[in-house]
């Protein structure tokens, strides 16, 4: 599976974007599918993650009640919509496939990753 994330952009704090992660390959049904983010300086880390069910998802604390991450495994895309933006939220983010893993938050237990979208949130 190949993974193209498009949708970043710059926005003021409280409003919102719609990530898109589109993936080329028959393997992307068979995968979970995850959102991380790096800002500079720091670690890439794990943002949300969905099966690739579609029935099962989790994100990490700080975005909850504000992201939201879905697929269509019929278009074989991933998206996450983020609402209430926060400065904080400013990063590089990717998408990325996981095979062997389920719903599982360690970027080292993925095994494609897209080419990153930048998010730049203003205060």
């Known amino acids: 599976v190949q993974l193209q994330a498009s949708g970043g952009g710059l926005v003021q704090a409280g409003g919102s974007l719609r990530l898109s992660c589109a993936a080329s390959?028959?393997?992307?049904?068979?995968?979970?599918m995850g959102w991380f983010r790096q800002a500079p300086g720091k670690e890439r880390e794990f943002v949300a993650i969905?099966?690739?069910?579609?029935?099962?998802?989790k994100c990490v604390d700080s975005v909850k009640g504000r992201f939201t991450i879905s697929r269509d495994n019929a278009k074989n895309t991933v998206d996450l919509q983020m609402n209430s933006l926060k400065p904080e939220d400013t990063a590089v983010y990717y998408c990325?496939?996981?095979?062997?893993?389920?719903?599982?938050?360690?970027?080292?237990?993925?095994?494609?990753w897209g080419q990153g979208t930048q998010v730049t949130v203003s205060s």
């Open positions: 969905i099966s690739e069910s579609g029935s099962s998802s």
């Open positions: 990325a496939a996981s095979i062997r893993y389920s719903l599982n938050t360690d970027p080292r237990k993925y095994d494609v």
């Open positions: 390959g028959r393997s992307f049904s068979d995968a979970d």
